[in-house]
């Protein structure tokens, strides 16, 4: 959890009044920002959600073909030229017990393994597990099994990675989640009622940055590894794009830490609003992409 001082005096009885509460305070960066000469963008998409059979595959699809430029003109073609990763945040699968039977849980891997296969063959790919795919559940969760992607995995560019996600991309420090940690510290927050749900979750990730703490509940109740002599989720260097996955809308916040930009991101559930985020890395300014299927091609 949150580790605070606080500072006050002994009153009778034994008891402590505080008079000041500090907290740990934002990190520092590891290094200098990046210099770009052009913009480039990381796409985060999370909640494939691909074994609930209310989902319309066309949206992935669509999706796939847009990414790797076979849909649009040639503007579209450039733009899509400069998107140098894709990070999958958790839930891609999604609960198999919703499968009807044993092939169709394999066929809906299969079809996870062929949309990443896709997504390789021109981009990079980092696939995170979620709190419903097939991996174990404690945080910090390890990448999804190499024996169920074996096509995919073949590819340089197609990444298997845990949950949290922290990479270097362009210079650029990416820490994330699949949202649980977000999700479970929501149950118990006292924050004000009349913040709407957008400025809630993105209040929770300031909070959790600010304390250098990425997973406060955790093993109370979000269950996790038990630690000795380290905490996992502890941040000892301040990251430049802050992501959760699986959240019920997107949400976007540019803060200010030590002088420089830090981009906090809410990443919406796929599946239920076809929905991806676009990320600038050179100024880290979001955009949403949604993506449309007109039910009578369903």
């Known amino acids: 959890g949150f580790i605070v001082a606080l500072r006050g005096d002994l009153v009778k009885g034994g008891s402590f009044r505080v008079r000041a509460l500090t907290t740990a305070g934002y990190p520092e960066f590891e290094r200098p920002p990046p210099m770009f000469e052009s913009d480039s963008y990381v796409c985060l998409v999370s909640g494939l959600n691909l074994a609930d059979p209310s989902v319309n595959p066309l949206t992935c699809d669509l999706l796939v073909d847009y990414l790797n430029g076979n849909l649009g003109n040639a503007s579209h073609e450039h733009f899509c030229s400069s998107v140098v990763r894709?990070?999958?945040?958790?839930?891609?699968?999604?609960?198999?017990?919703?499968?009807?039977?044993?092939?169709?849980?394999?066929?809906?891997?299969?079809?996870?393994?062929?949309?990443?296969?896709?997504?390789?063959?021109?981009?990079?790919?980092?696939?995170m597990?979620?709190?419903?795919?097939?991996?174990?559940?404690?945080?910090?969760?390890?990448?999804?099994?190499?024996?169920?992607?074996?096509?995919?995995?073949?590819?340089?560019?197609?990444?298997?990675?845990?949950?949290?996600y922290d990479a270097d991309i362009a210079g650029r420090r990416v820490l994330g989640t699949s949202g649980q940690n977000v999700t479970d510290y929501s149950k118990y927050d006292?924050?004000?009622?009349?913040?709407?749900?957008?400025?809630?979750?993105?209040?929770?990730?300031?909070?959790?940055?600010?304390?250098?703490?990425?997973?406060?509940?955790?093993?109370?109740?979000?269950?996790?590894?038990?630690?000795?002599?380290?905490?996992?989720?502890?941040?000892?260097?301040?990251?430049?794009?802050?992501?959760a996955g699986n959240q019920p809308t997107f949400a976007f916040r540019r803060i200010q830490v030590r002088g420089r930009p830090v981009c906090l991101l809410s990443v919406p559930d796929f599946a239920q609003r076809s929905e991806a985020v676009l990320v600038n890395l050179r100024t880290l300014e979001c955009e949403v992409m949604e993506i449309s299927v007109d039910a009578s091609l369903s």
């Open 190 to 243: 006292v924050m004000d009622p009349k913040l709407s749900s957008e400025e809630r979750i993105l209040d929770i990730m300031q909070m959790m940055l600010k304390n250098r703490h990425i997973a406060p509940t955790a093993p109370d109740t979000l269950r996790s590894y038990p630690s000795y002599d380290s905490d996992s989720f502890v941040l000892d260097q301040c990251p430049d794009i802050f992501f």
């Open 129 to 164: 597990p979620g709190d419903s795919d097939p991996t174990n559940v404690l945080m910090p969760q390890q990448p999804l099994n190499r024996a169920l992607l074996p096509s995919s995995s073949r590819y340089n560019n197609v990444r298997r990675t845990t949950n949290p």
């Open 86 to 127: 894709i990070i999958l945040a958790g839930n891609s699968i999604g609960p198999l017990q919703e499968a009807a039977n044993d092939q169709e849980s394999v066929n809906v891997i299969q079809g996870l393994d062929l949309l990443l296969t896709k997504l390789g063959s021109s981009i990079h790919a980092d696939i």
